[in-house]
């Protein structure tokens, strides 16, 4: 079974400050996929950076990175120069083979950035 | 493209009460799930599909049952609804195959069960 899970309910970061959301995952597949969502306010879910299992490089998305370290089984997301715009909630989130590729997901992270 | 729809964006049941939440896609996608996001918690994975006619349970799917006769559209079924079941529902999509394929949501529906 897979599972993620998020160990900051809650961070704070000053505006344009770097920030990194944790994000450690367990499973015995092979090949998965890392997610990142944010969901703001309005309750969407917005998809922000994706890395797979057998990508030797971290990916990257604009202002967002994921900093993949396999071994320790971590999917950290660093935002770099936040913007007040980043306050909402993150979800790093796991996808494999089973369940029709359905995401698991962690519970969280709500992060709020400050002037 | 309108992506991902959901119908009703809000919804008030009374205990006991049935309803169907409509899910809705234009993108061809074979894959399509149900979640449901409780405060703390998530979200977690109530039912899929991986094509029409084929539909299997995910982590929490007591009290909701789904079908898929077409690619499109995957209703989700609360046949007795209890308190336990408010909650905000989000439908998903995405095209079969790697794990690379990004999920896209649809807005989502509050249930609120009284």
């Known amino acids: 079974a897979q599972k993620i899970t998020q160990t900051q309910p809650g961070m704070f970061v000053q505006e344009k400050e770097a920030v990194t959301l944790d994000c450690t995952y367990d499973?015995?597949?092979?090949?998965?996929?890392l997610f990142w969502y944010k969901q703001p306010s309005s309750g969407e879910m917005i998809f922000l950076i994706y890395q797979g299992s057998y990508d030797e490089q971290n990916a990257t998305e604009g202002r967002y990175s994921l900093n993949f370290q396999k071994a320790r089984k971590s999917a950290n997301l660093v935002i770099s120069a936040s913007q007040l715009g980043d306050s909402a909630m993150y979800f790093c989130a796991m996808r494999g083979p089973n369940s029709g590729y359905a995401l698991n997901f962690g519970k969280g992270t709500s992060l709020l950035v400050t002037p | 493209n309108a992506g991902v729809t959901q119908t009703p964006k809000f919804q008030v049941l009374k205990t006991g009460q049935s309803m169907t939440l409509q899910c809705a896609q234009d993108m061809n996608h074979e894959y399509m799930s149900w979640y449901r996001q409780d405060p703390g918690m998530g979200l977690r994975l109530i039912h899929y599909?991986?094509?029409?006619?084929?539909?299997d349970q995910g982590e929490v799917p007591n009290g909701y049952n789904v079908s898929r006769s077409t690619t499109e559209d995957f209703p989700l079924r609360l046949l007795s609804a209890a308190p336990s079941q408010t909650s905000v529902y989000f439908c998903a999509s995405s095209r079969a195959g790697a794990p690379q394929e990004t999920q896209y949501f649809g807005p989502g529906t509050r249930l609120l069960v009284l």
């Open positions: 499973t015995s597949d092979q090949s998965y996929g």
């Open positions: 599909s991986v094509g029409a006619g084929i539909t």
